[in-house]
């Protein structure tokens, strides 16, 4: 079976599975070195925990940009380039979805395919782009998850 990433092998693949996956393919997508530049805080950004959690959540974000936006690079030169971006673009935004903001507590799995089906099929091509698709993605889940 071809790991498609999509709900049916989200659904019948366990998380921590798929979360050792994601992460070794964000850490060959993003170098130790703009990691912890992601990662590090000012102090003024710790000495609230509201802000401390602010900043997490901003370098999260930013690291999923990144490495979604980097997947074009890693696999340009495979036989099925594109279908192996998306494979790949779907298992990332599964690590944001569930790994890096925990929205499967409010969000179901399957609105979160659904949801990137439609992100996909325009997909962003750079990090600024991702970052404002996945920022409205975030605004789409709380819209959902409030009602």
């Given amino acids: ?15 921590d599975e798929l979360e050792e996956l994601s992460l070794r393919i964000i850490h060959r997508l993003i170098d130790e070195q703009s990691m912890t530049e992601l990662f590090t805080f000012d102090s003024e950004e710790t000495d609230s925990e509201d802000k401390f959690q602010q900043a997490q959540f901003d370098a999260l974000l930013r690291m999923s940009a990144i490495a979604l936006s980097q997947l074009p690079a890693l696999f340009s030169d495979s036989e099925h380039s594109a279908q ?5 673009q779907r298992l990332l935004l599964w690590h944001f979805y569930a790994v890096s903001f925990k929205l499967e507590q409010a969000i179901l799995l399957e609105t979160h395919c659904a949801h990137v089906e439609v992100l996909l099929d325009e997909a962003p ?3 600024i782009e991702w970052v404002a698709s996945l920022t409205d993605l975030l605004r789409q889940y709380a819209t959902i998850a409030s009602k």
Avoid: A, F, Q
């Fill in 84 to 88: 192996n971006i998306r494979r790949m």
């Fill in 125 to 127: 091509s750079n990090t």
């Fill in 1 to 15: 079976m071809e790991h498609d990433y999509t709900l049916l092998y989200l659904e019948n693949t366990s998380s």
